[in-house]
């Protein structure tokens, strides 16, 4: 194993960067795109509703098949990486951010519409912040559950560490089989653990200090 890591350490180093870069690009726009969403979704129950069932249906869809399914329209590559990654980073952030958001005391919201601000300044400034650590918490719980399919999206040559992954598994009983995958594995695992200790960093930064007092 130590032989295997030592020879292969530029392009296990490289493969994680990929990794970790796909997956912190697509959860920003994950996020992103779920912020929007539960923005212009939060007010109205139906739609709420709504959110929170594609959030609950779209998890069961089986990551593997989904980037089977986008090989067609868009090829192998980084594009069906993107998208289906990006598509799994939301569905959690979703569903934190419409609980975040609707969560917020309406006499809050109240008050500021009082003293002249629109609502959509009121959206920025007052109700975004008091929900930014369910969103995160979102966030956290995405970027976990995305780091292990970005591993998947090798199978439609995405970048990252899942070539390791695939290419142990198949030629499962030759040389360096087992060493491969668990390269693959444990590489995951400790980027996971190190996007975790950012998101709590970022957690702390950019808190309310009132919210987190």
């Known amino acids: 194993m130590l032989d295997f890591f030592g020879d292969r350490l530029p392009q296990i180093l490289f493969s994680s960067w990929q990794h970790f870069s796909l997956v912190v690009q697509c959860l920003i726009l994950g996020t992103l795109i779920a912020v929007v969403i539960a923005a212009l979704v939060y007010r109205s129950s139906f739609f709420r509703s709504l959110a929170n069932s594609v959030s609950a249906v779209g998890l069961t869809i089986p990551s593997f098949a989904f980037i089977g399914l986008m090989i067609a329209p868009f090829g192998f590559g980084v594009t069906p990486a993107v998208i289906v990654v990006s598509f799994f980073a939301a569905l959690p952030i979703l569903r934190n951010a419409v609980v975040g958001l609707t969560g917020i005391d309406s006499a809050v919201v109240e008050s500021a519409r009082g003293i002249g601000m629109s609502r959509f300044r009121t959206l920025l400034q007052i109700e975004l912040p ?31 560490l899942g070539g390791f992954i695939f290419s142990g598994l198949s030629r499962l009983g030759g040389a360096n089989a087992i060493e491969s995958v668990a390269t693959g594995v444990i590489a995951v695992i400790i980027l996971a653990l190190v996007l975790d200790v950012l998101l709590i960093g970022l957690g702390r930064l950019t808190t309310p200090r009132g919210i987190r007092v």
């Not at 719980?141 to 199978?155: E, F, K, L």
């Open 130 to 160: 008091l929900a930014w650590p369910v969103i995160l918490a979102g966030i956290r719980v995405s970027a976990q559950m995305v780091m292990g399919i970005a591993a998947i999206t090798a199978y439609a040559l995405g970048p990252g």
